[in-house]
């Protein structure tokens, strides 16, 4: 069975630029979950899906940030247009339950830089 | 809110020694506690975790046990490999499901 799959691992991109980042989760996961880590601190949640639905979004730090999942399959995470605090590595994960003890699956994440 | 505490890094061990990775957390009521790792070049990965009070996580010779009174969720390894080293994290969630994590702790260790 596959794991959860991110594109592209790295983005080196100029202030002002557009990144769209890629999320793929495990076949039949209805939960997708984004996280950031930003210059070696925590882990921080930016928001969760259910199929298609944004459940939570909470963590979404302003409007330069949007993030889609069509048909309840793939995620994308767009940033536009992208400031130097943005920089860090964007995870995604999956899980299958909504209880809320369930595993959640993480991909390899993507490492944004932006110059 | 909720939060987590991790004992801060880098810890540098020798091979075969024993290991304590402190986590302490704030939440209301019963959250349930991860520890995740991510080993260079991969993705996070849950080693354990406990659902309740009293409860003993353990993976791959890691072991952590909920205490409810000391709000702690402390990671131990009674003999370390240098294939252990990695960034370990504490996490917790709660009702939403959303994992909150402490700030990660980097862990090297010498044959």
């Known amino acids: 069975e596959a794991g959860v799959t991110q594109f592209p691992s790295h983005s080196v991109i100029e202030k002002g630029q557009t990144v769209t980042l890629r999320c793929d989760p495990i076949s039949g996961h209805d939960n997708l979950y984004w996280y950031r880590r930003v210059m070696g601190k925590e882990i921080k949640f930016l928001l969760h899906f259910v199929k298609e639905s944004k459940q939570d979004e909470s963590g979404m730090p302003n409007n330069r940030f949007l993030a889609e999942r069509t048909g309840g399959t793939y995620s994308t995470l767009k940033v536009q247009p992208a400031e130097l605090e943005d920089s860090g590595v964007y995870f995604c994960?999956?899980?299958?339950?909504?209880?809320?003890?369930?595993?959640?699956?993480f991909g390899p994440g993507t490492r944004l830089t932006v110059l | 809110g909720n939060s987590v505490t991790q004992m801060e890094g880098p810890v540098t061990l020798s091979e075969e020694a024993f290991l304590t990775i402190n986590c302490t957390y704030t939440?209301?009521?019963?959250?349930?506690l991860f520890w995740y790792v991510q080993y260079p070049g991969e993705g996070l990965q849950l080693l354990l975790k406990a659902t309740k009070a009293d409860d003993k996580g353990s993976n791959k010779g890691f072991e952590a046990t909920y205490r409810k009174e000391t709000t702690s969720f402390h990671l131990e390894k009674g003999s370390v490999q240098v294939s252990d080293s990695a960034v370990y994290f504490c996490a917790l969630s709660q009702g939403a499901q959303k994992l909150v994590f402490g700030q990660g702790t980097r862990l090297t260790i010498n044959p």
């Open positions: 994960a999956s899980s299958q339950d909504d209880y809320y003890t369930d595993t959640q699956y």
């Open positions: 939440a209301t009521g019963y959250p349930s």
